[in-house]
């Protein structure tokens, strides 16, 4: 898990903020999936390998991962020694859609 990316979340000025908190004008994440809560100016995001946009709260992520492998959002495993694996079954599906 500490070999995750991290980052710390800076929000974007936007006075037309949605009512919806997923709702955004980007594709920029908004809110964590796991509590559901908006990031705030400072938070540190914690950056799935599956996807650059997969970002949760530290705190929820890691509680998260100590009963889960996968990812919460597209549900691909996220354990090191398993990625290359995934990779490799997601290029044969793709090759065979083909």
Same mark, same amino acid.
């Given at each position: ?8 979340? =800076? ?5 037309? %903020? ?20 908006? @990031?705030?100016?400072?938070? =540190? ?9 997969? =970002? @949760? ?5 890691? %509680?998260?991962? +100590? ?7 597209? +549900?691909?495993?996220?354990? =090191? ?9 997601? %290029?044969?599906?793709? %090759?065979?859609?083909?």
């Amino acid at each position: 898990m500490e070999a995750l990316h991290k980052e710390t979340y =800076k929000s974007r000025n936007n006075s037309n %903020s949605s009512a919806n908190p997923r709702e955004s004008s980007s594709s920029r994440v908004q809110v964590c999936s796991i509590c559901l809560e908006r @990031f705030k100016q400072g938070d =540190k995001l914690w950056v799935l390998p599956c996807d650059d946009r997969h =970002k @949760f709260h530290g705190e929820c992520i890691k %509680s998260w991962l +100590t009963k889960n492998s996968s990812c919460p959002l597209c +549900t691909r495993n996220v354990r =090191k020694d398993n990625l290359d694996a995934d990779d490799m079954r997601l %290029s044969e599906r793709e %090759s065979i859609q083909l």
